[in-house]
């Protein structure tokens, strides 16, 4: 797979006309039929150093609508590797299509309670898991460690940003929004739409993987008047305006985070929020298998 290879596409709208903004769209989501986007970014660091360092089992975590899980499930059964997802939520049957697809690609699920779940990192019970399965590589819940943030930073690569004002982003834990932040000049000006509650912590931990990769950047804020009620929910005005994009312009959004990102920014162009005359490129994070989940109540 060419990470760079992805077309930066124009969009037309009588909005950005109106405003004399020019919006690109970064189609991260064509850089794979199945796996693509910001999940496959944020593993390749991680499955180079599972293969340097010679480990046998990969795990990590993920709800039952995860990204993640599908993106590694599918590089597990690709590149020959045993993957297991300790997966939050205890009921699983019958299996989502995510899901199937995970156990399709040979990963095995191990389920936990929602409250196990939430001390993962602590809890003797997980470990017990871990310890189950021979030379064990972990990889964090969306993938959130430092070589995901460095992975992240790589979808920037080979994009041009002397004349760029504006990049858009989704983010979900902040992972995929700091590796960009750090992969950007000085002049540009990152918005990241959390797709969930998270006006308490998000920001903190956007700073936080930026201190742990070094990063002193401040050209960056988070727009949270977009997240449609949490993480997974939406509303009748959300999938309208998704429908809408499809129909008229061709461009499949996901109901989880580039959906409400990419309403959000026209939302702010339209209030006024981005000053006319921007050059602004939104980066498709891709997730589009989320749209399974769309009549979904807890997608995750």
Not at 86 to 93: A, D, F, P, S, Y
Not at 261 to 281: D, P, R, T, W
């Amino acid at each position: 797979m060419k990470l760079n290879s992805v077309p930066l596409e124009l969009f037309r709208h009588p909005l950005l006309a109106k405003n004399n903004i020019s919006l690109h769209i970064k189609r991260d989501d064509l850089l794979h039929p199945v796996v693509s986007g910001n999940k496959l970014y944020k593993l390749m660091l991680n499955l180079e150093q599972f293969k340097h360092e010679h480990k046998k089992t990969l795990i990590t975590f993920g709800g039952a609508y995860s990204n993640h899980l599908h993106a590694t499930a599918f590089m597990g059964k690709k590149l020959g590797i045993q993957t297991v997802a300790i997966v939050r939520g205890e009921q699983l049957v019958p299996l989502n299509p995510t899901l199937k697809d995970c156990t399709d690609w040979g990963m095995t699920l191990e389920p936990v309670s929602r409250g196990l779940y939430r001390q993962k990192q602590q809890a003797p019970e997980i470990q017990f898991i871990i310890d189950k399965y021979p030379s064990p590589y972990v990889v964090p819940e969306g993938g959130a460690n430092r070589l995901g943030v460095q992975g992240a930073a790589k979808m920037l690569d080979g994009v041009h940003q002397k004349n760029l004002d504006v990049l858009v982003v989704a983010c979900g834990t902040g992972v995929t929004m700091a590796g960009i932040i750090s992969a950007c000049e000085p002049g540009v000006r990152v918005i990241g739409f959390p797709a969930l509650k998270a006006e308490k912590w998000m920001k903190d931990e956007v700073q936080g993987w930026l201190d742990v990769i070094t990063c002193e950047s401040d050209n960056w804020v988070l727009q949270h008047d977009y997240h449609f009620g949490g993480y997974g929910k939406t509303k009748p005005e959300l999938l309208e305006f998704m429908a809408d994009m499809e129909a008229s312009y061709n461009l499949l959004l996901d109901p989880i985070y580039t959906g409400k990102a990419f309403y959000g920014l026209l939302k702010m162009i339209e209030n006024g929020e981005i000053a006319k005359g921007s050059n602004v490129l939104f980066v498709h994070s891709g997730g589009l298998q989320g749209r399974r989940g769309l009549s979904a109540k807890s997608a995750s």
